[in-house]
C-alpha cells in the first residue's frame, strides 16, 4: 500500500513542477542549472570511488569488507 502511495504521489507532483519551471524561468537559466547539477553529480561519483577505496582497504573489523 505505501509503495502504491508513493507511487502516485510521485507521479501527481512532477509534471506540475516540470510545467512551472519551464514556464516561469527562461532556457539560459534552465540549462546553466541543469549544467551545474550534472557536474555536481559526476564530481561527487568521481570523489566516492577515491575516497571509498581507501576507506574500505583500511577497514578489517567489518565482516561485510573483509577479503576472503
Known amino acids: 500500500m ?3 502511495l508513493v507511487f502516485f504521489g510521485f ?5 506540475p513542477t516540470v510545467v512551472l519551471s519551464v514556464e516561469s524561468s527562461p532556457t ?3 540549462s546553466a542549472g541543469f549544467g551545474l547539477v550534472d557536474g555536481v553529480g559526476v564530481l561527487g561519483g568521481a570523489t566516492g570511488v577515491v575516497v571509498e577505496g581507501p576507506l574500505l582497504a ?9 577479503a576472503s
Open 2 to 4: 505505501g509503495s502504491f
Open 11 to 15: 507521479i501527481s507532483s512532477v509534471p
Open 28 to 30: 539560459w537559466v534552465r
Open 58 to 66: 583500511r577497514c578489517r573489523r567489518c565482516c561485510w569488507c573483509r
